[in-house]
T-cell receptor, first 111, second 114 residues
Framework: DQQVKQNSPSLSVQEGRISILNCDYT??????FLWYKKYPAEGPTFLIS?????DKNEDGRFTVFLNKSAKHLSLHIVPSQPGDSAVYFC??????????FGTGTQLKVEL | DTEVTQTPKHLVMGMTNKKSLKCEQH?????MYWYKQKAKKPPELMFV???????INESVPSRFSPECPNSSLLNLHLHALQPEDSALYLC?????????????FGEGSWLTVV
């Protein structure tokens, strides 16, 4: 039972344009959501998070949007840079700090 | 400083060996975690320590034995592993074990069981 889903395994974007990565969840107990970036052979790097009491959180080029009624969140990266090319994982927690990860989206930012 | 340090970065061990993975953080975090990640899969939780006590064991086989000697250190003792245990083992920490605390990961230890 995949409680956190990232339906796009890969995404290709031109440098300077917006990257939008999507994530859906099924467990209504989730109340804190995080995005991680992962390069091969490295651990996940925390990017940005959002609490369920908010619908938007922004940090530099990264913005996360949360739509609780749709159980959907998205990560916007503007402008996209070649160094952003990595696998992006959406993760969620609720009732304890046990992360449930999505399956990941491979982002490729092309010159 | 959000650094979680893991050693060794790479480990090759035979199925009869005993080895350990080590993890250290100096952020004053009181929750520490072990995750396992196989290729092209998301990380999966193995263990959670909260205030140096084991709070979650995700039905991990006993050939994996965690230990938290103090609030900064977390070990994973390995014995009689199988080749299918080969994976990236990730240590992580957070301020507490309650939801809403960001979890920071180390770079991982690549384990190969031969």
């Amino acid at each position: 039972d995949q409680q956190v889903k990232q339906n796009s395994p890969s995404l290709s974007v031109q440098e300077g344009r917006i990257s939008i990565l999507n994530c859906d969840y099924t467990n209504s107990m989730f109340d804190y959501f995080l995005w991680y970036k992962k390069y091969p052979a490295e651990g996940p790097t925390f990017l940005i998070s959002i609490s369920s009491i908010k619908d938007k959180n922004e940090d530099g080029r990264f913005t996360v949007f949360l739509n609780k009624s749709a159980k959907h969140l998205s990560l916007h990266i503007v402008p996209s840079q070649p160094g952003d090319s990595a696998v992006y994982f959406c993760a969620a927690t609720g009732g304890g700090n046990k992360l449930t990860f999505g399956t990941g989206t491979q982002l490729k930012v092309e010159l | 400083d959000t650094e979680v340090t893991q050693t060794p970065k790479h480990l090759v061990m035979g199925m009869t060996n005993k080895k350990s993975l080590k993890c250290e953080q100096h952020m004053g975090h009181r929750a520490m975690y072990w995750y396992k990640q196989k290729a092209k899969k998301p990380p999966e939780l193995m263990f959670v320590y909260s205030y140096e006590k084991l709070s979650i064991n995700e039905s991990v086989p006993s050939r994996f034995s965690p230990e938290c000697p103090n609030s900064s250190l977390l070990n994973l003792h390995l014995h009689a592993l199988q080749p299918e245990d080969s994976a990236l083992y990730l240590c992580a920490s957070s301020q507490t074990g309650f939801t809403g605390n960001t979890i920071y990961f180390g770079e991982g230890s690549w384990l190969t069981v031969v």
